[in-house]
């Protein structure tokens, strides 16, 4: 198969992430009309308490996928459990221009959050088993790139239809997966894991392109990565299961605390909560600025983020983006928060009502680069091989909920108190993140396993 290709097939591979996202992108336009008198829904106009559920149930509905599907995909296969997490999503869409109510939604954001944490099991597994080794870092990001675009499109597409209309373009792209996705084969690790052999080799070939004209150096590369896979394939059987001592090594517990505190990062930075309502913050500041274009411009610049990190992480390092990102993070917050506090004293901001734009520009440009994208790479790198798969599953199952408290309050906080309350906390934790980073994450870019396995045994 040839580069592009590979690239065109993984790419669809991650349209559940652009769904994803296209989820979180409604929220922006659909909050303020839900709580507006004007609401769409026949019952009338939601509360605030009511529009935290809608924003922050999805959240909480995700354990529920993390863990079916983590079950799942080892069961019925990588394929099959991608191909089976798009039904959630089918169902969500489906329900809001059924919605007489705002019960409705609840159970349209359950099957959203259902299919999310379907999204964060699946497709990055089927992705890492069928890429190619040289590109499979690079592929392994479309999943965020796909979920900014995602976010981008769900804003777009509803503010510019009417609330009943937009999910039926969401439910087409669900449809039209639904209808491709089941062409490709099973990935080559999962059918020789079953004992499939000669389908686990008709699979690596249709992802590797090769045909009855292919010889020479190509197919030989081809039969060499079989074979490899073949042997991994006998090392992973006879692993013994994990136990109390495979965590009593200082390397490996550092490597669990890294890991932690850079997974807890992508919550604590605020960036979903925040981006959730992104049109209600515009709404809130006074700017002058329209708030639909400022909220396009703004998912505009995570999606450049999201493609400058693929370029810059292995080049530059994984620890120097790391500080970039959660330093301007924090100082984005900072200037946000600062001018929230004011305004609530009564200052008069009015020749300075650029300023929101410009404050949340950069922290979600600067917290995409690094702080939501880079724990992936630095966990998958210092966490050893058969700790891996525990930790991640772990670390998702703890940010389930965390995302479901800050959504689900954001909102009632800021009503209550103000919205700056909320800010200085996420910025107060890109502070933390930013100094422990430079004092205690170590650099993994180019490095074997042994060299940073004895960086994670100095380190300190």
């Given at each position: ?10 790419s ?12 979180i992108?409604?929220?922006?336009p659909?909050?303020?009309?839900l709580?507006?008198p ?5 019952s ?13 149930i ?9 863990i ?6 080892d069961?019925?296969g ?5 191909y089976?997490?798009?039904?959630p999503n ?6 809001i ?8 939604l ?11 944490g379907a999204v964060?099991?699946?497709?990055p597994l ?7 080794t040289s590109?499979?870092?690079i592929?392994?990001?479309?999943l965020?790139i ?5 976010i981008?499109l ?10 009943f ?18 062409i ?12 499939k052999?000669i389908a ?11 045909n009855?004209?292919?010889t ?11 074979e490899?896979?073949r ?6 059987t006879?692993?013994t ?18 890991s932690?505190i850079l ?12 981006v959730?309502f992104?049109e ?5 500041s006074?700017?002058a600025?329209?708030n ?15 493609i400058l990190?693929t ?12 500080i970039?990102?959660c ?5 984005g917050l ?7 506090l004011l305004?609530?004293?009564g200052y008069d ?5 650029w ?7 950069i ?7 690094g702080v939501?994208?880079?724990p ?17 599953s ?7 909920p965390?995302?479901f ?21 996420f ?20 490095r ?5 396995t004895n ?6």
């Amino acid at each position: 198969m040839t580069r592009l290709r590979c690239i065109n097939i993984l790419s669809l591979t991650n349209f559940p992430g652009l769904f994803f996202g296209m989820s979180i992108g409604w929220l922006s336009p659909s909050i303020p009309q839900l709580l507006s008198p004007q609401s769409p829904l026949p019952s009338g106009p939601i509360s605030i308490d009511e529009a935290s559920w809608v924003s922050s149930i999805l959240y909480l509905a995700g354990i529920i996928g993390t863990i079916v599907f983590g079950w799942l995909v080892d069961r019925i296969g990588r394929k099959y459990s991608v191909y089976i997490g798009t039904i959630p999503n089918i169902i969500a869409w489906l329900l809001i221009p059924l919605a007489n109510n705002v019960i409705y939604l609840y159970i349209s954001r359950v099957f959203s959050g259902i299919a999310a944490g379907a999204v964060f099991v699946t497709v990055p597994l089927f992705v890492a088993e069928i890429a190619e080794t040289s590109i499979r870092g690079i592929l392994g990001s479309i999943l965020g790139i796909s979920i900014t675009i995602g976010i981008l499109l769900g804003q777009v597409i509803c503010t510019y239809m009417s609330f009943f209309n937009a999910p039926y373009v969401v439910l087409g792209l669900c449809i039209f997966f639904f209808a491709i996705f089941l062409i490709f084969p099973d990935t080559p690790q999962y059918l020789l894991m079953r004992n499939k052999n000669i389908a686990a080799e008709d699979a690596l070939n249709y992802y590797r392109g090769v045909n009855q004209e292919s010889t020479g150096d190509f197919l030989a590369q081809v039969n060499q990565e079989m074979e490899q896979l073949r042997e991994t394939h006998v090392d992973t059987t006879t692993t013994t299961p994990i136990s109390m001592e495979d965590f009593k090594s200082t390397a490996t517990k550092r490597a669990l605390v890294i890991s932690t505190i850079l997974f807890l990062g992508r919550n604590m930075c605020g960036l979903f909560p925040l981006v959730n309502f992104t049109e209600t913050i515009f709404m809130a500041s006074g700017s002058a600025l329209d708030n639909t274009a400022s909220t396009f411009i703004v998912s505009s610049l995570a999606i450049l983020a999201c493609i400058l990190c693929t370029i810059l992480v292995d080049r530059t390092g994984r620890r120097l983006v790391l500080i970039v990102s959660c330093a301007g993070s924090a100082l984005g917050l900072l200037g946000l928060g600062v001018f929230f506090l004011l305004k609530s004293e009564g200052y008069d901001l009015s020749n300075i009502n650029w300023f929101p734009l410009t404050a949340f520009s950069i922290f979600v440009f600067l917290s995409n680069f690094g702080v939501v994208t880079v724990p992936h790479f630095v966990g998958a790198e210092i966490l050893p091989f058969k700790l891996r798969g525990v930790v991640f599953s772990t670390m998702m199952l703890i940010s389930w909920p965390l995302l479901f408290l800050l959504t689900h309050y954001f909102l009632i906080v800021a009503e209550e108190y103000d919205m700056y309350y909320f800010v200085f906390v996420f910025f107060a934790w890109c502070t933390f993140q930013t100094i422990y980073v430079l004092i205690w994450v170590p650099e993994t870019k180019g490095r074997s396993l042994e060299e940073i396995t004895n960086a994670m045994e100095n380190t300190y």
